[in-house]
């Protein structure tokens, strides 16, 4: 089966994608591109997929990037392959040939661009992430490479859409404590529960930054299982583990 890959075109001229699941090797729960090194998947699957989206963009096995994310506001600067990879949530590069991938399965994955100075970066978002930070970080450690802040464009892939995100009281708290204008990005569920609008809230937190454009492709890795892995599906499911979706670009 062909990979599908989401792109936009405020990333262009960049070879770029937000790969669904769609075209890969995998099997069972993980069935399609699953490039989650850190799943129970067989490794070597996993590398076939990985080398099948290296190859859609143009760059050696090797230099399709990805690092250990952890949930941080943390940006590895690179210019080849880490050994190790680095603990980080980003990572932002200016040299031609290489690719920075995130994997993601409901968190937001974000795709940066400067087209003028030739700086890329990829940060994995998800609600702690965003709210630390990692999203300013990102476009702060391309400035340092040579971007320049309104010039650099952002786009939010595959995420968790708002109806699908049901969270707790204590949730709603967090970001209260940051900001109590957080307040709009929460809609009222059953009960005590809310509905949080990650993408909504991501976009703002780019658009905070100054740069020049920020967008979201508008799809929920929830509600659309033949496209996207879903962490918070997988686990209404009982399921014992899911898939990682990759995104990524390069220079």
């Given at each position: 089966?062909?990979?599908?890959?989401?792109?936009?075109?405020?990333?262009?001229?960049?070879?770029?994608?937000?790969?669904?699941?769609?075209?890969?090797?995998?099997?069972?729960?993980?069935?399609?591109?699953?490039?989650?090194?850190?799943?129970?998947?067989?490794?070597?699957?996993?590398?076939?997929?990985?080398?099948?989206?290296?190859?859609?963009?143009?760059?050696?096995?090797?230099?399709?990037?990805?690092?250990?994310?952890?949930?941080?506001?943390?940006?590895?600067?690179?210019?080849?392959?880490?050994?190790?990879?680095?603990?980080?949530?980003?990572?932002?590069?200016?040299?031609?040939?290489?690719?920075?991938?995130?994997?993601?399965?409901?968190?937001?994955?974000?795709?940066?661009?400067?087209?003028?100075?030739?700086?890329?970066?990829?940060?994995?978002?998800?609600?702690?992430?965003?709210?630390?930070?990692?999203?300013?970080?990102?476009?702060?450690?391309?400035?340092?490479?040579?971007?320049?802040?309104?010039?650099?464009?952002?786009?939010?892939?595959?995420?968790?859409?708002?109806?699908?995100?049901?969270?707790?009281?204590?949730?709603?708290?967090?970001?209260?404590?940051?900001?109590?204008?957080?307040a709009r990005f929460f809609a009222n569920g059953?009960?005590?529960?809310?509905?949080?609008?990650?993408?909504?809230?991501?976009?703002?937190?780019?658009?905070?930054?100054?740069?020049?454009?920020?967008?979201?492709?508008?799809?929920?890795?929830?509600?659309?299982?033949?496209?996207?892995?879903?962490?918070?599906?997988?686990?209404?499911?009982?399921e014992a583990d899911y898939g990682r979706l990759?995104?990524?670009?390069?220079?």
């Open positions: 089966m062909t990979l599908e890959i989401i792109t936009s075109r405020t990333l262009d001229p960049f070879r770029h994608g937000f790969f669904t699941r769609r075209g890969g090797a995998s099997s069972g729960i993980f069935a399609g591109l699953n490039c989650g090194t850190g799943s129970s998947d067989q490794r070597e699957i996993v590398e076939i997929n990985r080398s099948r989206v290296a190859m859609a963009l143009g760059v050696a096995d090797d230099y399709l990037i990805t690092v250990n994310q952890v949930h941080s506001a943390d940006v590895a600067v690179l210019t080849g392959p880490p050994d190790p990879r680095p603990n980080a949530d980003a990572v932002v590069t200016a040299t031609p040939g290489v690719g920075l991938a995130i994997l993601t399965a409901d968190c937001q994955p974000v795709l940066f661009a400067d087209p003028e100075a030739g700086v890329i970066g990829a940060a994995h978002a998800g609600w702690r992430g965003a709210l630390d930070g990692v999203l300013e970080a990102t476009v702060a450690a391309m400035e340092d490479l040579g971007a320049t802040r309104t010039a650099i464009r952002a786009v939010i892939g595959p995420t968790i859409s708002q109806r699908a995100y049901e969270v707790g009281p204590e949730f709603l708290d967090r970001f209260l404590d940051e900001d109590p204008e957080y059953e009960g005590d529960k809310m509905q949080f609008d990650l993408p909504s809230f991501g976009l703002h937190r780019l658009r905070e930054t100054g740069i020049a454009e920020a967008e979201w492709t508008c799809h929920c890795t929830y509600d659309d299982p033949d496209r996207f892995y879903s962490f918070r599906r997988a686990t209404h499911k009982k990759i995104s990524a670009i390069r220079l």
